[in-house]
């Protein structure tokens, strides 16, 4: 979970306190609410009818909801097939037994980088060895 407010960050605070007013005045004054389900589900539609009736300036007056429509959505692409995996860079020297070591486990490189410093990019299901940007070596699993 993001923080928005985080420590040591004094300007944090104020981003995420100054729209409060707007929405208590906005959403919460003279409503009642039956359950948090029910509080969400009006939150939902609220949201959606306030950005579409609003207008903007920089837009020419129009709404920021019809103006996404008509220029964006033909350029929003579908999401990629496989979800996005981040991955971790870090360097490794190669030791005199021809291994490396990720995390806690040992992986072996070729044995002309014995002494040498490697580039490493480590995901959930593959660790990449780099040396002199160019890869030498890949292993499944990590």
């Known amino acids: 979970m993001v923080d928005p407010a985080r420590a040591a960050k004094p300007k944090d605070k104020p981003r995420v306190e100054r729209p409060m007013p707007y929405v208590r005045d906005s959403f919460w ?5 039956t359950s948090i389900d029910h509080m969400q589900a009006e939150a939902v539609t ?3 009818a306030d950005r ?3 207008k ?3 837009l020419g007056g129009a709404a920021p909801t019809t103006a996404f429509d008509a220029l964006e959505t033909a350029e929003l692409l579908p999401l990629p097939p496989t979800p ?3 991955a971790r860079r870090s360097t ?3 030791g005199p037994d021809i291994h490396i070591k990720v995390g ?3 992986y072996s490189v070729p044995w002309k980088l014995i002494g040498r410093r490697v580039d490493l990019r480590s995901t959930a299901t593959m ?3 780099f040396h002199d940007a160019q890869l030498v070596k890949t292993h499944a699993g990590s």
Request: hydrophobic letters at 40%; one cysteine or more; a positive charge.
């Open 29 to 33: 004054r003279g409503r009642k609410f």
């Open 46 to 48: 609220w949201n959606g």
């Open 52 to 54: 579409r009736a609003g």
């Open 56 to 58: 903007c300036r920089p």
């Open 84 to 86: 996005f995996m981040p």
């Open 92 to 94: 490794a020297t190669v």
């Open 104 to 106: 806690r486990t040992l």
């Open 127 to 129: 660790v990449q060895v």
